[in-house]
Structures are given as C-alpha cells and as structure tokens.
C-alpha cells in the first residue's frame, strides 16, 4: 500500500501510532493488518464519519456501536425476493457467508466465522463516560455523542432512502459507511481491542433531492469525531491500555 505513512506521538499522556486506513473495505482492512503485524499494541481506536440510519439522532453526532457487521456479502434472491423483502432463509445464507480473510491464518489462528463483531467492552464502557457530551456546532441543537448497538459497512456509499430504511429495519444500524467492519474483523480475529468512532455526516439518501448532505456537514462531522477521539484517548491513559489510532481518509 504505497503512500501510507506511520506518525507517532501522544495523546493526553497516552503513546499512539497512527496511520491512515484508506477509502473501503479492502483497504481498512489491510492497513489494519499491516499495522497489527509491525507494531505490538494494545488496542485500535478507529474514527470517522459515516451516513446515518437512524432518524433519532442528528447530522452532526457521533456514534459509537456495539457491534459492527460486513454486509457487502449479499446473496440475491430471485425476482420478488429482493433488498426490499429478503425470505428469512436469505437472510441466514447472508450471515452465513461472511467469513475472516485466510490472510489471517499467517498469525496462526483458526479462521471464524463472524456477522456483528462486538468492540472491546472495556472500551465500549470507557466510552460511556462521554456519552452525551454536547459538542459546538451551528445546527438545530448542540451535537452529542451516543452509544448506539450497531453499525454497518459495506463497498457501497449510501445514499438511498429505500435502502437506508432496509439496513435499518433488518439490522438496526445507525452510522453506515465503507470501513470500519474491516477493521473490526481484522481486530477481532486477532484478538486485539479495539472501538470505532463515527460522526454522522448526512442522512444517507433521506436529505435533498439535489445534493447529499454530507457535501455541506463533512467538516463539523469530521471535527466532531476528531474531538472525540481526543477526548477518548486520554481515558485509555488513565485506565493503563495502550491504542492505535486508525483514522478514515476524509
């Protein structure tokens, strides 16, 4: 992967090393795993923006899931059985076939199966400490931060109302982008904490009909999840855990 460069330094005390993942599935998950094979770490936090599925929460907040899941591996049904009303049994082949990269196995480990990765719930408890923290933003009310239960990633950049609503009715997503399962499955696979941060930019496919809002919020989005993470990171200093930091390319 040309062009990725390690930058070191701390944060609130806490030593970090961190690298950019990249744009999409393949490339979060490589660089997760370049990362994971150079360095010993203790933990990955990885942060960005994201569309949002859940109309609760506002452009603007950010998110941190529970559980992330890969759904780029679909298995089409025939005509009346599509994304819209999938049978029950092609739901089951569709957690059935995501699997974690042979790739792994150089670390000799036994390949899992996995749908939602669950974050470190050490992690996941620290987070809570700065749930709803209100962050400075010119919008309708202040942005927040929020643990949700999932989110969800995929090759694919939403922006459609229809299937925002699909993902959300049938998975429970709330941020929706294109690589933080990666890096889950990269994470937990070899059994290395890790949390993701996200900021929602825009709600995927259900803003105006001319432009995508994230055109026009990808800059508070984007500062919010950084002031997150600044905020997360210290907590992991005072707790004794050790991070790698995995920023998207924004």
């Known amino acids: 992967m040309p062009g990725r460069r390690f ?3 701390t944060i609130g005390g806490q030593r970090v090393v961190m690298v950019m993942t ?14 994971l094979s150079l360095f010993r770490v203790k ?8 569309g949002n599925a859940n109309e609760d929460l506002q452009i603007g907040d950010v ?27 092609g739901r089951r082949r569709l957690h059935q076939a995501v699997r ?7 670390h000799r480990r036994r390949a899992r199966h996995a749908f939602w990765v669950p974050v470190s719930n050490r992690y996941y408890d620290l987070a809570g400490k700065l749930e709803g ?21 995929a090759n694919v950049y939403t922006d459609d109302a229809s299937y925002r609503q699909f993902l959300r009715a049938h998975f429970g997503c709330t941020p929706v982008e294109m690589e933080s399962a990666a890096v889950a499955l990269v994470a937990h696979q070899l059994g290395v904490p890790f949390l993701t941060i996200r900021s929602l930019s825009d709600l995927a496919g259900g803003g105006s009909s001319l432009s995508n809002e994230a055109a026009t919020f990808l800059a508070i989005a984007a500062q919010n999840a950084v002031d997150v993470m600044l905020k997360f990171v ?14 998207e390319d924004v």
Not at 43 to 50: D, F, N, P, Q, T
Not at 70 to 86: E, I, M, T, V
Not at 100 to 106: A, H, N, R, S
């Open 7 to 9: 930058r070191f330094g």
């Open 22 to 35: 990249g744009l999409s599935m393949l490339n979060a998950g490589l660089t997760t795993q370049l990362l």
């Open 43 to 50: 933990g990955v936090v990885h942060w960005g923006i994201a």
């Open 63 to 89: 998110t941190i899931p529970q559980h992330w899941a890969h759904l780029s591996l679909w298995n089409w049904q025939r005509h009346g059985h599509g994304p819209a009303n999938p049978p029950a049994r």
């Open 100 to 106: 974690l990269p042979q790739l792994l196995q150089l």
């Open 133 to 153: 923290l209100e962050l400075p933003a010119c919008l309708p009310r202040p942005p927040k931060v929020a643990r949700v239960p999932r989110g969800c990633s």
């Open 234 to 247: 210290p907590l992991l200093a005072a707790a004794g855990e050790n991070a790698r930091l995995l920023p």
